[in-house]
């Protein structure tokens, strides 16, 4: 952790700043103190504003040094001093924590990890909201004693039924204005105050923790809970492996609310941001406490606000997304890691970091218990997990009455299909919507169609920018890359050989959607994906129809495996279970299982049996009889005992090296030249690290750029971070690098 103590403030003649400053290089930039030293001293953390080249820029000191290795008059000072007091203390551990390990520029993980306003340089401080209410004299007036002043009485009366007082935009909203209200404050009969926007309101204080009380537990959560409130004074790490619709959300909830009584806060971290929303609300219902909401989807406004009130304490809760487990927290009490298998949680840009991983990281920094909680837990925690290195609760039943779904493999072969689904599927489909019922269609591909083709030549709609084919859309009709969002209009003729026979290749959820409305047209048939939410509320209002119970067709893609409660589903059609069972990627097995698994989750979680029926041309593939036969638990076992066998993770650890250029050649000789120079280095040093490639990623051209990568593999992290940390050193200080982009990942999810 930084030494935040007395003595980084004292202030010393000739003092170097090592300032952090947004952008790839890792190196900090030496500055010289302003002439006006900030209020506490000089001191790591602090924000300050720096001239760069021509831009001034907004940094943060990452050291106090009392020499640098360039003359000390040939350095600026700093232009101004942003804050009185550093960063938080948990915040700049994480972030320097994150950046050594990552491999990343500190300044860059800084400016990712703080609020974009921050950035700008905005301060550090809460926003406020003004609260009316009545004063002693106020309460003891008559409103008919004003006469006349008939805005005014209906003021007057208006917070006479608030104890408490309305904030500003409440009261205005109401009719009254400003002058109206500071008439009655200058007569003596109401006052304002300054409150933050994040706050505790005068309702919530002094009530308690809880607004409802929790719902009673069977005995398996019982006993996990139980076990997990032994853990609380202490860094406990917890897999908490519970069927869909076995209650672990409820399990959390009376976690949260022990914590919230000691005095503490829970940070929860959810995959998507589309059950960010719901998550909140039900988080909302249950508890009286101030709680925030962090993601991508909240303005900049709302972000600080939430990490102002995180960092002062007013917050008890915060919610949101991978980027949230940089938040800091005054009294962190707790971290809960919903949907820990997920790949959201890893960013596959810029800074690489995993939000699961870091927050295991953080709560062994904090001392405080990790919850990590899946249907189907990634098979690094369920090693650690198997080895004793994490406490393992388990919950098999579902909460209530509820029964686990019934799988079915249909067998597509020799069949045909209409808008993807079998004649099997639509009579099943027939038969519950008949009953009254909710049937969910999983189709992992949006769009109309995955491709268009010439049935006359075989000609392929493929972009030309990219080793891929272009996806067919109806709303609006063109052709669009999904790699790189190209676009062009449908043609009217092949045109390869100007046949008229043109058609689309397959079915997306948008071909399923319009299937199923020709089929059952007295039924709403509701498509979720990227596409049909784009459009703010899309989401919720789609929700809000599926709440309602009555009979409808949903059809989507993961967005709907992922959380959600459909109580009224008791059919899950999945139209192409084959596409993840056969991939390259050495992950696509485990991933694919953990998809097949979640969305089946969705049926049949309220008194109604519910049955997954999962389409398929393999209806005989092992692994997909253990997961149907046996279930996930068994298939990962399997899995793992592959993995160890072929050194893969979770057995062995791994960065990947991308490169990429315009110019295939140019990728290759460079990572060919580094490749060389680190085995020359692994050899001289005796680290015990495979460096294997170069080789073309799985698409090898995209955004017409052409992408190659080498990998390093290790049984140990130590070994690995170190030729890592070499590695990019090389390719920091290698001319030729500047030709191209590069990137390293460590621990990547996916071989792309």
């Known amino acids: 952790m930084p030494d935040t103590t007395d003595k980084t403030a004292i202030h010393l003649p000739g003092r170097v700043l090592g300032i952090a400053i947004p952008g790839p290089l890792r190196d900090l930039f030496d500055y010289l103190p302003s002439r006006q030293p900030p209020r506490h001293g000089w001191q790591v953390g602090l924000r300050v504003r720096v001239e760069f080249g021509r831009r001034q820029l907004v940094g943060v000191i990452a050291e106090l040094r009392s020499d640098s290795s360039f003359p000390i008059d040939k350095l600026k000072p700093v232009s101004e001093v942003i804050d009185d007091e550093p960063l938080p203390a948990d915040w700049l551990w994480i972030c320097q924590f994150t950046a050594r390990y990552y491999q990343h520029s500190l300044g860059d993980t800084f400016a990712q990890a703080m609020p974009s306003l921050l950035r700008q340089g905005r301060a550090l401080e809460a926003r406020t909201r003004e609260r009316w209410t009545l004063t002693d004299k106020g309460r003891a007036t008559e409103p008919a004693s004003l006469g006349r002043a008939t805005r005014q009485i209906a003021l007057l009366e208006l917070l006479a039924q608030h104890r408490h007082g309305l904030v500003h935009s409440a009261i205005t909203a109401q009719g009254f204005t400003r002058q109206q209200l500071e008439t009655l404050r200058g007569r003596g009969y109401i006052e304002s105050r300054e409150e933050p926007v994040t706050g505790a309101t005068p309702e919530q204080a002094n009530k308690g923790v809880l607004a409802e009380p929790g719902l009673a537990l069977n005995d398996e959560q019982g006993r996990a809970l139980s076990r997990l409130h032994e853990g609380l004074n202490r860094f406990s790490p917890t897999l908490l492996e519970g069927v869909t619709g076995s209650g672990k959300t409820e399990v959390y909830l009376q976690l949260i609310e022990a914590v919230l009584d000691r005095g503490g806060q829970a940070l929860v971290l959810v995959p998507e941001i589309g059950l960010t929303p719901q998550t909140l609300e039900r988080f909302r219902r249950r508890f009286r406490v101030p709680q925030v909401m962090l993601h991508s989807g909240v303005s900049d406004g709302e972000r600080l606000d939430g990490f102002e009130s995180a960092r002062s304490g007013r917050a008890r809760i915060v919610i949101g997304t991978r980027s949230a487990i940089f938040t800091p927290m005054a009294r962190l009490g707790v971290i809960i890691v919903d949907e820990e298998h997920d790949g959201s949680f890893k960013q596959q840009d810029g800074l690489r970091y995993h939000a699961r991983d870091l927050a295991l990281v953080r709560g062994k920094q904090e001392g405080i218990p990790v919850v990590l909680g899946s249907a189907t837990p990634s098979l690094e925690s369920l090693r650690h997990a198997r080895e004793g290195r994490f406490t393992h609760l388990h919950l098999h039943q579902r909460a209530g009455r509820s029964q686990p779904a019934r799988l079915h493999p249909v067998d597509l072969r020799g069949r045909m299909t209409l808008g993807g689904l ?54 609006p009709p063109q052709l669009t890359c999904h790699h790189c969002e190209r676009t062009r209009p449908l043609p009217d003729a092949c045109p390869a050989c100007g046949s008229g026979d043109v058609r689309p290749q397959g079915a997306g959820t948008e071909r399923t959607e319009e299937l199923l409305g020709e089929k059952f047209p007295d039924v709403p048939v509701l498509r979720i994906d990227r596409d049909s939410t784009q459009r703010k509320d899309a989401m919720s209002e789609a929700l809000a129809v599926i709440r309602r119970g009555e009979p409808c067709l ?65 209806p005989e593939d092992p692994n997909l009889l253990t997961l149907i036969q046996a279930g996930y638990p068994q298939l990962a076992g399997e899995l793992l005992e592959e993995r160890r066998i072929a050194q893969l993770p979770p057995f062995s650890h791994l960065a990947l090296l991308r490169a990429e250029a315009t110019d295939q050649q140019q990728v290759e000789q460079w990572l060919l030249k580094v490749g060389g120079a680190l085995r020359q280095h692994l050899e001289a040093a005796n680290l015990k690290v495979d460096c294997l490639g170069p080789v073309p990623a799985p698409m090898e051209r995209r955004q017409n750029r052409y992408h190659a990568q080498l990998l390093l593999r290790c049984a140990k992290r130590g070994p690995l971070h170190e030729a890592a940390a070499w590695l990019v050193t090389l390719c920091e200080q290698d001319r030729d690098a500047r030709r191209l982009r590069w990137s390293l990942d460590v621990d990547p999810i996916g071989m792309a």
């Open 422 to 475: 079998s004649t099997q599927s639509l009579e099943a489909i027939e038969k519950r919507l008949a009953q009254g019922d909710q049937v969910l269609v999983f189709i992992n591909r949006r769009g109309f169609a995955p491709t268009l083709t010439c049935h006359a030549c075989g000609w392929i709609a493929e972009c030309d920018n990219c080793d891929a084919r272009m996806t067919l859309h109806r709303h």
């Open 554 to 618: 949903l059809v989507g893609t993961q967005m709907l495996a992922k959380g959600h409660h459909f109580p009224h589903v008791t059919l899950v059609v999945v139209v192409n279970a084959d596409s993840g069972l056969y991939a390259a990627d050495f992950r696509a097995l485990e991933q694919s299982a953990q998809l097949l698994v979640q969305v089946a989750g969705r049926a049949g979680r309220a008194e109604r049996p519910g049955e997954v029926l999962i389409q398929t041309r393999h």
